[in-house]
């Protein structure tokens, strides 16, 4: 135990040692039953001696906040604090420091979206989430994951728990390479990076392409934490609209001409949050204009396995021969978000520097997981359970498409053709904004549009998604929104 | 699998699919005995006829480049690629895109330290480390910790691989907290973050306090790769010399007033690469100056609980009563590094920004780990185990330093109290830079003094490492330097 000591103070220090235990058991820092240390130890610690530790013990055992057992030690007593409702310590002031409260004004997030995430979104019994952006984990491989890890466990030993390459587990490069060359994309592990999940990929190429003031271009709507990096990093974002055939990659050029952006972020396939595929045309423009104007172009597949119908566009790095684009991929949608293990699959100069922001950053991704995934993929189950995951969120879309029509038919959208999101539009005069708190009420969530947007403005946009509920749960959730909407309408012709 | 296809071209579609699989397969992509999708597959796949696939598959069969084998599919030949050494595939362009050049001039980081990290560092047979900044992995708790991971697997299950609460798993804030507060330090769980080891604890609280072209003071010399974080984030670096007793605190106030720093780093205890402690008097000055001129304090405690002799100090965050100070610390240094599981405790306003900055930077910490390192500490098998690395580490720098009096009698140095480094300087006229060649041949490595300096000048200091080696091999180590440092002074000597 440190316990700061004054020794030019005019306070004996047995009595300093006593207001400091006194203090902090008090505010429930030592809680009930603490153990603290033998007289013996702490004056040794200290450096001061032991009868002064006794002295400020039995003190603190004469205000009843101590209690000792004989030959075992002195305890914090039990009754004294509140263990459920800890009140606030002496020691914290009663205003910060004025820095804390300068740097707000020094970044613009203050207007960062709240209703995105499901990550943080308190736990409310019985409601349908239509709102997240991750997999079902009902569906999780579960088991097979707990054998992978006992025989990684049991094969590797302490290395499974050591600093690994800087670029990530060998083997596991290797591995993805080979899936990446079975979809047409060229890939060796020399040129594959693991990341923490795709977050860290974004945040790393995004460091390592521009600085502060520069100009990104994105689609627009776009994934909120994509987003949220962007303008927190200090970039300008200029959105290129969506239609059903993906970013329209037509207004590009001119854009490219005037604001000369470093940058070009998409994701071609079942885009979050519109569930769109950019159109093979589309695709090859991006690329031809990516390499004409000097623009990388950060492609982002984050759900591109979870294909339902409907053809497969090559992806725009298996158009690219110059090197211009760099990929992005995670296994967190497919298998397990925390399992934090995602790629990013770069040629030329612009890998070193993404392989020293990784080290500055975190130094590397936890081997043992590595590790494990990679032995899960090898050995065949990570394509049984795709091929598994796309069977039940194939019908998952099915039934929210269903449910649509049947109980808010006035809800207009396009089907998308995998991915784990459907873009709606409420009917006329409705914001999304507006209806999030009516359907929280009912017992639904989603994701409203302006999270997705540069302006935040009210949008008549809501993101669906339909990977976290079966087919039952979209249907109850689907007819409490029905629910919200009318009561919204009714609202709205009232006022 | 994706091939991208042009339906314009004049060339027929069977024979870009030829084209492709060919350039794919001679460029080592897809490896030998790799199997191709079925043709009925990939027809589906690609929306073409399968007669069209069967064709191509024909003509590279004729070729000799695959085979098929009845009844099981289509495989790429053995004989053909040269797996061991892949030539460049033909899809590799002569030269990058302009934008990749331009990158480095963009960035001042051409000059990164190389010698400083022992995680890159190729091996070398019977070569004695000196130079790494890690634990001996040969005392890592393994069985220990695969005990912990088998039960967490049981009892969690699909939870142990969910997203957890944005700040970290719950009960392992609840058991650090308790940790902290038992050295002195008043934590709880709602101001700790947890973070993918120290090195993001750094980046996350630089982001969150400066923004490119501010000012950040820091000790000279300091951690290699903080400071390759705040030069790469484009801070201005201001180092304050380390004597026997820290930071030359006493210099600060001039400074502070002159340059208007955002923040201040320092590693109190058992500095990196000094190896010594800040004195009392100066942490008590260092966190007035901080609350007196509005400065917050980033304290990297990264080995404060390897202490082997003298008397703790408290911590700067256990004197700040005003929120002033950001404690960073990690497990890397005391259990494993591969586990990637670190904190910041912090109050005030800034809590919320540093929980943003870590959800745009990865989303979260991979929770297995959090749950394991949880488990892990709560049986006391961690106060355990620090107790044998201390005894261990204690020997390893007793013995480095009975080796240097013996071997290398010139060398000046400071017996470190704890911590894992000894900061050696070389008699006159050596820099460590011409000594690491040398004693590379020889078969010791070190760190480098310039590693840890702004100004990247060649130094007469060297960092020694010694918790990795046996007492016997770091006998052996500095047996070895001596040789190489009595060859460069002959050198020296006839030039």
Same mark, same amino acid.
């Given at each position: 135990m440190r316990i700061p000591l004054?020794?030019?103070? /005019?306070?004996p220090l047995y009595k300093q040692i006593e207001d400091f235990l006194k203090e902090n058991i008090l505010s429930g820092i030592l809680p009930p039953d603490t153990r603290l240390p033998s007289s013996r130890q702490l004056a040794h610690d200290l450096g001061v001696n032991r009868i002064t530790v006794e002295t400020a013990y039995d003190e603190l055992e004469a205000d009843g906040l101590v209690y000792s057992r004989r030959g075992s030690g002195t305890y914090v007593s039990p009754s004294l604090t509140l263990p459920d409702k800890p009140s606030v310590g002496? /020691?914290?002031?009663a205003e910060w420091p004025v820095w804390q409260y300068e740097l707000l004004p020094r970044r613009d997030i203050s207007d960062q979206p709240v209703f995105e995430s499901g990550i943080y979104i308190a736990e409310r019994k019985d409601l349908v989430s239509l709102a997240g952006g991750l997999p079902d984990s009902r569906l999780f491989p579960v088991e097979d994951f707990r054998k992978v890890f006992r025989s990684i466990l049991r094969r590797d030993g302490i290395r499974a728990f050591e600093y690994g390459d800087g670029a990530g587990y060998l083997p596991l490069r290797h591995t993805i390479a080979q899936i990446l060359s079975s979809q047409g994309i060229p890939a060796r592990p020399e040129n594959l990076l693991i990341t923490s999940g795709s977050q860290q990929g974004i945040a790393l190429v995004t460091q390592v392409l521009t600085r502060p003031g520069d100009v990104v271009i994105v689609e627009d709507p776009t994934y909120a934490s994509a987003l949220d990096f962007f303008r927190t990093y200090g970039l300008k974002v200029i959105g290129i609209p969506v239609d059903s055939r993906g970013?329209?990659?037509?207004?590009l050029e001119e854009i490219m001409r005037a604001y000369h952006p470093r940058m070009i972020y998409t994701?071609?396939?079942?885009?979050?949050?519109?569930g769109v595929c950019m159109s093979g045309q589309r695709r090859r423009l991006l690329v031809v204009l990516s390499a004409r104007y000097n623009i990388p172009i950060l492609e982002d597949d984050f759900v591109g396995d979870l294909r339902y119908d409907g053809r497969a566009q090559p992806a725009l790095k298996a158009l690219d021969a110059d090197g211009n684009v760099l990929l992005i991929g995670t296994f967190s949608k497919m298998l397990m978000p925390g399992l934090r293990v995602g790629y990013v699959l770069a040629q030329g100069p612009v890998f070193q520097q993404l392989m020293f922001f990784k080290k500055i950053s975190d130094l590397a991704t936890s081997t043992l997981t590595q590790r494990a995934l990679e032995a899960y993929i090898t050995v065949g189950r990570y394509q049984a359970h795709l091929r598994r995951a796309c069977h039940a969120y194939r019908r998952r879309r099915d039934a929210l498409a269903e449910a649509l029509r049947t109980y808010l038919p006035e809800v207009r959208f396009e089907l998308p053709q995998g991915g784990i999101f459907l873009w709606a539009q409420l009917p006329g005069g409705i914001f999304s904004e507006d209806l999030y708190p009516l359907a929280w009420q009912e017992g639904v969530t989603f994701a409203v549009?302006?999270?997705?947007?540069?302006?935040?403005e009210k949008s008549p946009f809501m993101r669906l998604t339909f990977?976290?509920?079966t087919p039952a749960e979209i249907d109850l959730g689907i007819r409490r929104l029905a629910k919200a909407v009318a009561r919204l309408q009714g609202m709205n012709k009232k006022s």
């Open positions: 004054d020794r030019d103070s /005019s306070i002496a /020691s914290m002031p970013m329209a990659v037509e207004q994701i071609p396939n079942f885009q979050n949050p519109t549009g302006s999270a997705f947007s540069m302006n935040k990977s976290q509920a």
